[in-house]
């Protein structure tokens, strides 16, 4: 086998050159040649030519520059906590040692440090994994965003917490309440704050001159309110989107919706109280919103109060409640593909043969229930508790209004027409 044919790296860079010339690029000289390998570099003349500018023998600590430098090196600049560059020329508005820049997000570590950010009215605020201990209400202003890892981020309330104000309000009923954005974390109320998160807001006119609130909740846990895990009031609070939303043990209601043109979507809640009026859906006075794939459980009252108008609500449930699943008390209301699955059950207080799993007190002629189901599952192998799948009006029933109801296993029968 003849030897490997030794090229000359030399003869290599010349005829680069050349290349480099036919194509018109000889300008370029030695900021193109930055592409040799050293070896070339090191073999190439040393005797400056036309289409070979001189190269710089400054060794890298001379001052002289090179003329083959075309572009800035990227960046090295390290990024400090807040997400400002440390060696950044100007500093970053500050507010009481708070960042109030609007982005990247202040990341915070303990309670005091929240409180502070949001006070500063700070306009991203991250919480990571750890207990944030809070002795007042945030009041979230206007495009806060509001956000944590999971449910390893929790915002608890102290022990001396005002039992008469929320954990998180945003509004406060005083204010604008647009655009605030709350996700992935705890709020514990822990049997000391009267509401995990209120929403009242009123004269948004945000972003565009917006006049809804359009604020943003989405995978949160609320634990043990004194009242309501989540309120939803205030004159704007419209266009507010609720997902994956889980409230537990709330003390009255786990959803209060007292407003209008807004969403929930796969939220849940359960309640602990039993007052005779609990639910942990209570739509009281709410209109014109929908609720899809969302969940009352375990419920001491309740799971379900509709008293409000023009609400949809798609493929939701009612399991496990003291009374009634849904005890709908307002017409002019849709119900599509809804369960009610062991109302009256014994686990929550429940009594055999008092509970239904809907309830419609209305006689109405704007209320439909279409495809829905109510049952009585037998939990743990009991006997059934679930008196009726649907109480509803004669009136009501004879309208056609009641379409394709099923269900099994209610003690008093499916259907009752009273």
Known sequence: M???????????????????????????????????SSAEADQSPSTPTA????????????????????????????????????????????????DTATGPATIVTTGSELEAAVAAKVAAIHLGAGEYVVNTTLVLAPSTMLSGVGQASRIRASGSFNRSRPVIAIGNNVGPAAGVTIRDLVVDCDSKALIGIAIEGIAAHDYQGELDSMCRLDNLWVYDSVGDGVLYAGRDSRSVISTRVRVRRAGRHGFHIRNSDSWWIGCEATTRTPTGGTAGFFINAGASNFFEACKAWYC??????????????????????????????????????????????????????????????????????????SFDRRPNGTKPQQRFGFNVTR???????????????????????R
Not at 397 to 416: C, F, K, M
């Open 395 to 417: 009136a009501f029933g004879a309208s056609g209004r009641l379409v394709a109801p099923t269900g099994y296993d209610n003690t008093g029968g499916l259907i009752r027409q």
């Open 2 to 36: 003849p030897p490997p044919v030794q090229r000359s790296t030399a003869a290599s860079t010349s005829t680069r050159r050349d290349l480099l010339r036919k194509l018109g690029l000889a300008s370029l000289g030695g900021a193109t040649l930055a592409g040799c």
């Open 300 to 373: 001491r009252d309740f799971g379900w109060r509709v008293s409000g108008v023009r609400n949809k609500f798609i493929g939701c449930e009612a399991q496990d409640t003291r009374l009634h699943g849904w005890n709908i008390e307002w017409d002019r209301n849709v119900f599509t593909g809804c369960v009610a699955d062991s109302a009256g059950m014994y686990d929550v207080g429940g009594k055999p043969n008092t509970a239904d799993g809907f309830y419609v007190a209305t006689a109405g002629a704007a209320t439909s229930l279409v495809g829905c189901q």
């Open 51 to 98: 289409s070979s500018p001189a190269r710089s023998t400054a060794s890298p600590g001379s001052s002289s520059a090179s003329p083959r430098a075309t572009s800035a090196p990227p960046s090295t600049a390290s990024t400090s906590k807040t997400g400002a560059p440390t060696g950044a020329p100007t500093e970053a508005p500050t507010e009481g040692g708070i």
